[in-house]
């Protein structure tokens, strides 16, 4: 745990605020003295504020019990979000000049602890007493450590045991910082499996394609990516973007080095439309696609062809004045956003 003095916002570092809410941070790009975040615990006390649907099991952090709701990522939730934190609490919004709209933040002047998940490893090696799911959290990271020849420092933990708050009901989430070492994690998940010490739990199709959870003796893991500072793209400011109009098509994967992080992006040729709108002329066919939306992170590879459907966006640089088109899979407006697999 430490304070927001030294701190550079990255993707998944969980924080909480003074109100007590429990935020995770979205993306790299912030503006200065802001942290883009989405909501995951909600104090008791605010809770009825909320008008989402919430889960029965109920958590406790600081002396707070704590809500989550029972979709976290949906637009309808998000929106239900931004409107209770505009008629309440509106310091938790900000208008974003650069989309044009209005976005779920925090000031950092209302974070009262952060949590990176590396360094939350690091704590929980520092323990001299672990309880049992702390135990095993650490054993499958340095089992993955080991087998990988991915350094613990390269690792770290997040969820509630990062906020030690969990319960016999947790599961591990684990975080593997850097593509590169991403890579070599994956791969040797991949081979623990064939051997039997690791099972993957697939629930649907897009669980296949990412093979990012499986089980450890009676334990769930699931991990993630998270770029390195060297990885980092433009600093908030950069790119300016403008939304054009929603397009269905499909396409072929040419780069998939940064689908692995959040926003996923995919960078693909062969745009073919599925609908008349989505025809266009050849200065506005896109170049990439970005999504927002954890579950379609590392879903298609190089040479797989998929269906899209999502918003296109000009964006132009600040700096140098190009213009490019992309688009965006998890906009926050429609449920009908989604990249799969054929």
Known sequence: MSTTANWVPTDGDTFVTKEGFIFNTLGYEHPLGVVFAFLKYIPAEYQKLFNVEMLERTWSFGGKQLFRAEKLYTAENYKSFVETFRKNFPEYLYYCYLRHKELISVPVNRIEKVFVPKERLQYLMGLEKRDRIQTLALELVELISKESNVNMQDLGIHGSIALGMHSEESDIDFVVLGSKNFRKVEATID?????????????????????????????????????????????????RFSVMHPVKFECIISDDSEAIFRPAIYKFTNYKPLDKKSELSADRLPVSIISNIGCYRNVARNGDRVKVSGVLERVESNKTGEVFYQVVVGTATTEEEYICPL
């Open 191 to 239: 081979r623990l499996v064939e051997a039997g010490t690791l099972r993957y739990l697939f629930s649907n199709r897009l669980d296949r394609a990412r093979k990012f959870k499986g089980k450890y003796k009676d334990k769930i893991w699931m991990y993630t990516a998270t770029r390195k500072p060297e990885e980092f793209p433009p600093p908030y400011g950069t790119l």
